[in-house]
DNA sequence: AATGAATGAGTTTTCATTCAT
DNA sequence: TATGAATGAAAACTCATTCAT
């Protein structure tokens, strides 16, 4: 009677006109594709592909290259802030909350190599998408306090130094993960092992826990 | 008095037909290029043009643009380790030693941001470049052999835990420093300061070398 | 009466965005120029120019260059077998028959320059293109089947050789007129004549039939 | 106590100077490689690497690619015409004197695949090198005065038509070998046999012997 | 005579982006 | 919203030829 879809349509399901789904298709595979090629190395082509859509679909809910990978850097930031809102340390003795936090760290970059990679390109273009990004300028990070936090319930406690950097205990927290992540390849290739083996993950996540909790403990004689 | 060519000139100035020289100008001006935009992001053209030759000597002296990165690897790689060779790490006693070397990791990231640029390429392509090339195979870095040796020796000076993984160590010494420079510009504009100032500059590298020495002081109550 | 675009205007008159139209002409004009170069020696630049069409286009339609020729070379072999198709030799007496096929086929080459060298780069190439065509693979040529049928016909007749193999006098046909053509501008500067003129490809044309027709008369005294 | 070369010399002996010599490896190298790839395909890098010798070297002996075509160009005819020189056919009866011609003629185009190639190529050319070149010019073929001689003798003795044009005799002949030669691999890919194999080549060899004196019986009921 | 370096003008191909439907 | 065609600008790489030694 009239022609509205699925009438007896016998045309290819292919869910037509979900533009929400489509915005989410086309970033996921920007993602993937950043995280591997970088900004400069990846093809809007490709990233059409990966999302099954049509490309100039990218110049319709994007607006160009750039504005998409803005938009990839988003999500991630987007994705790491939400997980770290949720760790709730306060709940916990300084040290079992310090090891929380580092193991999340650690964890997150196990499992989002893609961050890892976006970083890199934003980086290397000076941070550029990120300051142009209210979006993410926005998405403070609580690890910061969080850090500062348990750093000086630890000193109260006795457990931790009191004379750490909060910034910087973050940067080395981080850091400790990130590199080993980042530079698995090359290490592996210069230590002729595999640095991207469950085994050797797990004995790194285990050294930057104690590195990080052995480097934090209180200097003996010290008085607090 | 006039500066018609060659007049009593020991100046390099366009010596014409040197072709080690002009090996030299394009493997620094890869190195630069690279550092700035990634292999894929980085020009031929432009490579020749910083180095003031031709394009076509490019192909001449080093076959193409990904042989050309190749070089540039080892080129880099070539200087950290010659300046590693020269640490002399077995003259100091222990502390002292892994401050050195910890000190020494950071100053060299800090004066060759390129290499960061470049190790974080060679990541993405999954250290091909490194794998292909017996030259960088070749350059062991004598760093784990040190670090070994001096966490044993300070172990038996009583100064340094005895449970530490050399290859883990190496690695988060590095990663210390690693992280900071690679990071340098989302972190800055994250946190909202200037990390690449001098300032912040020499606050993390002291928190560098105090967070390592921290680490590896011996456990309390531990027999040693 | 003006030349305004669609008056009731039936010309393909730069029809925008007719795609068909688009291949065609690149087509024709890849034809045109792998006749006059080759493959090596055409250049795309060139066959878009012809084709009056933008270059990209031959990427966006074909593919590659090679890819052009070779849909090139689907068309030259699909134009000829068409025309075999339609030659009913059958219909009539065998040597009737039998100068029909000869003087088709030195015709078919005469009116079809491009056909000789088409099949002149092809051969350089060991037949690369014709064995990745499955196109051209499927179309079998129905000469063979008509000579042997002809050549069968003409023996029962006693009017020619019943000793002859179909494939070698195929081979032979086209041979007597392939060359002429092929070597037009050889023979003609050796021979110091032109045998391009219009006196000297007919004069050929009754040679080749004659020669042919002879050859296939019977043997005296054989009993076919 | 000098510097002379060869004095106690123990240098790689390669026969440095012999000008002849390197100019036959570079026509021989040049013949190779035209024949492969023809005048547009062809590489001078490859030609001198094929000689073994410096690439200047083409320059320095030939002038330029095209040049060094023209001369490939005379080397082979060279060795056609010299061979043609040396058949006397007046030796023999007109039918084996044909015979031999024919075998002569299709023997040699198998023995000079190069041949071929370089005559597809020249033809291509509109026989641009061969009208320039004096000394081609001035080879001129014994074979239309062998194959009027044998007709005319044929026909005397009554073995040979008495109305046939040796130009067109001569292109036949040529003709019915060099189109085997020419497309063997299109023909054997369209047929899917290997008419490359010594076995169809001998057949193909018969058979134009045998069509080819067919075709020049005299014709029954003339009055010779 | 011989060599390797150097060059200018191409040549294929790629790619972000826009157009027409 | 979605699609495939079309485009301009560039990019890697090639190549015949010349230069300096």
């Known amino acids: ?13 292919r869910q037509k006109r979900d533009p929400e789904a489509t915005r989410r298709a086309l970033l996921g595979a920007a993602i993937a594709e950043f995280a ?12 059409a592909q990966r999302a099954g859509v049509n490309k100039q679909l990218v110049y319709h809910h994007f607006g ?34 310090m090891e929380r936090l580092v193991g999340f760290s650690f964890d997150h970059l196990a499992e989002h190599p893609e961050l890892v990679a976006l970083l890199n390109d934003e980086n290397r273009h000076e941070a550029r998408h990120v300051k142009d990004s209210p979006q993410i300028q926005a998405m403070h990070s609580p690890l910061i306090v969080m850090i500062e936090e348990t750093l000086t319930r630890g ?25 080993f992540f980042a530079n698995n390849h090359t290490l592996s290739a210069i230590f002729d092992t595999n640095l991207d083996s469950a085994r050797e993950v797990s004995r790194r996540r285990r050294h930057v826990i104690d590195f990080v909790l052995s480097a934090l403990r209180p200097v003996a004689g010290a008085t607090a």
């Open 155 to 179: 000193a109260r406690e006795g457990v931790f130094r009191d004379d750490m950097d909060a910034i910087n205990v973050y940067i080395s927290i981080a850091g400790l993960a990130y590199f």
């Open 64 to 97: 160009n290259k750039e504005d998409l990978f803005r938009a990839a850097l988003e999500q991630v930031y987007g994705e790491i802030r939400a997980r770290e809102q949720a760790l709730h340390l306060a709940d916990l003795p300084a040290v079992a909350a």
């Open 1 to 13: 009677m009239n022609d509205s879809p699925r009438m007896n349509d016998k045309r290819p399901a």
């Open 36 to 47: 591997d090629k970088g900004l400069a190395g990846s093809r809007v082509d490709e990233i």
